[in-house]
């Protein structure tokens, strides 16, 4: 049996894949849709997250510039910021909720939220996890023992699923802090907040599809498992 030819994998693959499909759409509409609206304020995003982060007395933190679409994260480990060029320097409600969003995850790391630091805590073993995981599935499929490493491939893919699982509370929370930071520094109107709160939504929406993905792919390992 090939993995990729194993009709049951279909049915376990083909509704993530529908799932993260409709994210996909979902958040390149939301975005697409503010990041045509601008701000009352004139804030570019990187101002914005230069206001949060000072407010919060993180004001040696650098927010820097990235090339890529949506390519904004938080680097804990190099703790800064960093903001793709179009939400570093739009002045619209898309780019500045992101840039927010993003600085909600440095106030996360400062106050030392648990999901946080839990994620953080498991991220090498997850990318560790992520590269075995394929190389043993292919030595299993190249020499036919995928039945003798597959409690294997079942183990690693269960870490990279629990990574996943972990970067939900994560997520959401950033977003929560990032809303609440904006409003109460007043460098949103609440119309802007509720724009924000739709494209942070739909963002979210592609890690819960991710999730979903990953559970029904484990789920098939699982049964694989059992059909020895
Ligand atoms: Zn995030």
Do not use: C
């Not at 995003?45 to 007395?57: F, K, N, W």
């Not at 939900?168 to 904006?182: G, N, T, W, Y």
């Amino acid at each position: 049996m090939i993995y990729g030819f194993d009709p049951l994998y279909f049915l376990f693959a083909l509704p993530g894949l529908l799932i993260g499909i409709w994210a996909q759409v979902k958040l390149s509409h939301a975005y697409g849709k503010y990041s045509k609206v601008a701000v009352e304020s004139g804030m570019t995003g990187a101002q914005a997250a230069r206001r949060i982060l000072d407010d919060a007395g993180l004001n040696d933190m650098p927010v820097e510039e990235v090339p890529g679409h949506l390519s904004d994260h938080y680097d804990p480990v190099k703790r800064a910021l960093f903001l793709s060029s179009e939400n570093f320097s739009g002045r619209t409600v898309a780019a500045v909720g992101v840039a927010a969003h993003e600085s909600g995850h440095a106030l996360q790391h400062q106050a030392a939220y648990g999901m946080f630091s839990f994620r953080m805590a498991i991220a090498p073993v997850t990318q560790f996890s992520s590269m075995a995981y394929g190389v043993i599935f292919l030595i299993g499929i190249l020499f036919h023992i995928l039945q003798v490493v597959l409690p294997i491939v079942i183990a690693t893919f269960a870490v990279i699923t629990l990574f996943q699982l972990v970067t939900l509370p994560v997520e959401f929370d950033a977003s929560r802090r990032a809303k609440e930071q904006l409003f109460r520094l007043g460098l949103v109107r609440e119309d802007e907040r509720r724009g924000i709160s739709k494209v942070l939504d739909a963002a979210a929406l592609t890690y819960v599809a991710g999730l979903v993905s990953s559970v029904l792919n484990l789920l098939y390992l699982l049964a694989l498992d059992r059909r020895r």
